[in-house]
């Protein structure tokens, strides 16, 4: 492998997008990033149907991270007329990614998947710009197969999303997390949402997008579950209940579409989570040492690895897990039950894991992808 260069000034322009979980390890590596002398930038969508996109939306909590959009469509699995167009789409972000890159003149362009990124990818590719691609699942996404032939680095959070994969630069680096996850301090937690803390605190969240299926779920069983928790729903867009504020408020629970700042705080002060099984949030769940009920998206909404991800977290003693088909309010009550009684046990299996904090690594594939820099002009 290229021995890394040095970061000190180097542009690097970062992809991903559609969902959170492409974008937060794209944001821990420009906190890294900064830290190293380098400097970013992002491609994404600007808007998503009715609303700012997810990447967007992100981005532009971040100081002075310009943020360059391009149009894109996803691939539905299922019938829709909007896969027709699809390809129409594609090709018009492909042009306009090529154009901002071609502008820009980064120094290597990171793509953490999503529909998004694969746009980016083939513009850096068609600059002669280096792509460094990162997968956080086991299996890589559909954007990443297809990106591969343009890729210089392949990067992977899990050992076994490598096994198989024919590239002649493909490493194991870990998931990026963010700084706020390393230092989290739940009585900050506390104060920031107005948390009573005369309970232990319960905190459902179903990622980025919200999850219609655990609000429901969570929402039935309600009234038990606040006479032993105190919890925090973390609803999605829109999904925010007047009806529960203003019944169940004074009974310790509390609702947020999203919680942006301070979310590393919020999983440090609860005893338990209930969620979805993404592979960033697992490695946060992990960095924090919260044991969890993990509710994995269905294989037939999804490419079956959020079922993989569950299955191994629960194998490794860190939490339990149930299947979204199994789910309902009896379902929950009881998992969680167990989960109480196996607590001790989880905590201490997330503390003898190794902790998966990969942004320096993923830094340093990154930095050996770049080319070398230009020696200057000798004096005439």
């Not at 100081?63 to 539905?76: Q, T």
């Not at 019938?79 to 290597?108: E, S």
């Amino acid at each position: 492998m290229t021995p890394p260069q040095d970061l000190q000034g180097r542009l690097i322009a970062f992809t991903g997008g559609g969902s959170a979980g492409h974008v937060t390890p794209n944001l821990a590596l420009i906190e890294a990033l900064r830290a190293r002398g380098g400097r970013a930038l992002y491609i994404g969508r600007d808007h998503a149907p009715g609303a700012q996109s997810v990447e967007r939306a992100l981005v532009d909590a971040v100081p002075d991270l310009p943020f360059l959009a391009i149009p894109s469509e996803r691939l539905r699995r299922y019938f829709d007329w909007r896969n027709f167009t699809m390809p129409l789409t594609v090709l018009r972000g492909l042009w306009r990614a090529y154009r901002h890159i071609r502008a820009a003149r980064p120094d290597a362009l990171f793509s953490k998947g999503g529909f998004v990124a694969l746009p980016a990818v083939v513009g850096a590719w068609l600059n002669g710009v280096p792509v460094v691609l990162h997968e956080s699942d086991g299996t890589l996404g559909l954007a990443h197969r297809l990106s591969l032939p343009f890729a210089h680095t392949v990067c992977a959070a899990q050992a076994r999303a490598l096994r198989g994969l024919r590239h002649p630069r493909a490493l194991h680096t870990g998931a990026p997390l963010r700084a706020e996850f390393l230092r989290a301090r739940p009585e900050t937690a506390r104060e920031r949402f107005g948390l009573v803390g005369a309970r232990p605190l319960l905190v459902v969240f179903g990622g980025s997008l919200g999850s219609a299926r655990l609000n429901a779920v969570a929402r039935d069983a309600l009234d038990d579950l606040l006479a032993r928790y105190e919890v925090f729903h973390v609803c999605g867009a829109g999904a925010v209940s007047g009806a529960l504020a203003a019944t169940r408020a004074a009974r310790g629970y509390h609702q947020a579409e999203y919680v942006r700042e301070g979310f590393a705080n919020l999983l440090a002060a609860a005893h338990l989570v209930v969620g979805r099984a993404g592979a960033n949030t697992l490695a946060e769940l992990l960095a924090l040492r919260r044991p969890a009920l993990l509710v994995p998206l269905p294989a037939a909404t999804s490419r079956g690895d959020q079922l993989l991800n569950a299955e191994e977290h629960a194998r490794a003693g860190f939490g339990r897990c149930v299947r979204d088909e199994d789910l309902d309010a009896r379902a929950l009550l009881a998992a969680l039950e167990a989960l109480e009684g196996d607590y001790e046990g989880c905590v201490e299996a997330m503390r003898r894991a190794p902790q998966s904090q990969g942004a320096e690594a993923t830094l340093d594939a990154l930095a050996g992808a770049l080319r070398p820099r230009r020696a200057p002009p000798r004096p005439a």
